[in-house]
């Protein structure tokens, strides 16, 4: 049986931060674009596909909160979005990936730190962690690593909430940076976008 995709977008539009030094690039918007794009992919290969959280706006219950505040109360959707699915198809079944852009600063500058990494919660279970693996191994095929790169290490590990509550196996790809000109240019051309769906689509069906 194929797994059930649930897709994560990235952040809000009022998210502050999360774009690029010349405000080409924004995170929130990259995301979700590239989320429709991959599944319409999968779509077609015969999975089925969730997307966690689409809308790009805060819902009026957010907007009356802090931002702090705000912002627990989308990742506490994303994740209940999750698990429902989870619950209903069975978490063995699932996967969660979270597409978001990785920065090497937030001072509003450009950086050299270029390529793709994937993050696992640090409780991560098995299938979580080669989920992950097939996601480098593929962009290492693809030329997609960029500067970062450390051979021992297959994935990045980090404490982020909707990987630590998600039920099923979950990843959070950061693809390439958006505060790395070079990384920028390609992410923005057709080429980069179409790369970033196929190397998604690639990963999930290797796992
Ligand atoms: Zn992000």
Redesign the pocket.
């Known amino acids: 049986m194929k797994h059930i995709i649930i897709l994560g977008t ?2 809000l539009r009022t998210t502050p931060g ?1 774009c690029s030094p010349d405000g080409r690039l924004r ?1 929130y918007a990259y995301s979700r674009e590239i989320v429709t794009s991959l599944e319409s992919a999968l779509k077609a290969l015969g999975y089925t596909v969730f997307v966690d959280y689409r809308p790009a706006e805060p819902d009026a219950q957010m907007k009356a909160d802090t931002w702090r505040k705000m912002q627990n109360r989308e990742l506490a959707c994303r994740v209940a979005v999750v698990n429902s699915i989870c619950k209903r198809y069975g978490v063995e079944n699932c996967i969660y990936v979270s597409i ?2 990785n920065a090497a600063g937030a001072d509003g500058k450009w950086h050299r730190a270029r390529g793709f990494s994937v993050y696992v919660s640090p409780d991560a279970s098995n299938s979580s962690r080669r989920l992950a693996s097939l996601f480098t191994s593929t962009a290492k095929r693809m030329n997609l690593i960029g500067n970062r790169c450390v051979p021992s290490q297959n994935y990045w590990t980090a404490s982020l909430y909707v990987l630590r509550r998600a039920f099923c196996p979950a990843v959070l790809t950061e693809n390439l940076f958006q505060d790395n000109r070079e990384d920028v240019d390609f992410l923005l051309s057709e080429e980069g976008k179409q790369a970033v769906v196929d190397l998604h689509v690639k990963a999930i069906e290797a796992y």
Do not use: M, P, V
């Open positions: 990235a952040h999360k995170e978001h852009l």
